[in-house]
């Protein structure tokens, strides 16, 4: 091997080195928090609102058209969640991976205590941004990489329910977006009420990766993510006082 050969050997490994070391550096550096605070205190408006403590703005949080017999009812972020839970193989191990985000759930519900079915469920949000898992550096890969939020027009993720049907499970049907992807969804929800009137909502549903786009980056010691992940909301709204 002459000298020059030698050369360029070593500048193409510098090279791989290189990329290889700015991938890594991508996918584990801190990524965007939320530039929208989701507050059950939100007023409902047309438009995005200012809270002049957190000086950020609010996502605009569509009011409920509510029908004949519908009582409106405001999710109160601070007590509820979203979750996804996916299995792969870490480092030749099966694992479940579960992310939360708590505290950043908005939206509205026009309940109709004597016939839920008959109820209407305003826009849902969820900040993607705010999703906790196991480590720093999942935390970060997903935001970045698969829900890929450092696009502010992905830093959401909105279900627009569009039907319900059910009695002691209801099934609700609509448009869920995720990193700029629109598809059909249904949620299975049970529902349970306090004696206050609080509504405690639970709903689930399985999607497939492929249908959202959402691409698990190559990593050696990561495989077999599942394609389907479970989503599920744990909801809790309370009556507003109109």
Do not use: C, W
Request: glycine share 6%; aromatic share 4%.
């Amino acid at each position: 091997m002459n000298r020059n050969t030698k050369i360029l050997l070593g500048i193409g490994a510098l090279i791989v080195l290189g990329l290889a070391v700015g991938a890594y550096a991508f996918l584990v550096s801190p990524t965007k928090g939320p530039s929208s605070v989701l507050s059950s205190q939100q007023p409902t408006s047309t438009r995005p609102q200012m809270d002049p403590l957190a000086k950020v703005n609010l996502p605009t949080v569509e009011p409920v058209v509510l029908a004949e017999g519908q009582t409106r009812y405001r999710i109160v972020s601070e007590e509820s969640s979203a979750t996804f839970t996916l299995d792969e193989m870490l480092r030749g191990e099966p694992k479940t991976v579960v992310g939360t985000s708590t505290a950043h759930v908005s939206g509205e519900i026009g309940v109709n205590h004597d016939h839920l079915a008959s109820s209407t469920i305003g826009t849902i949000y969820v900040n993607a941004r705010t999703f906790e898992t196991d480590t720093a550096q999942r935390n970060n890969m997903i935001r970045r990489a698969i829900l890929k939020t450092e696009n502010d027009a992905n830093e959401f993720i909105v279900f627009k329910p569009t039907s319900i049907s059910g009695t002691s499970t209801l099934l609700i049907t609509g448009d869920l977006t995720i990193a700029g992807m629109t598809q059909p969804a249904t949620f299975s929800a049970t529902t349970t009420f306090d004696v206050d009137g609080t509504l405690h909502a639970h709903a689930s549903s399985l999607v497939k990766r492929a249908d959202f786009n959402l691409v698990i980056p190559n990593i050696p010691f990561v495989a077999n993510v599942e394609e389907e992940v479970e989503l599920a909301l744990s909801i809790v709204a309370k009556p507003v006082v109109e």
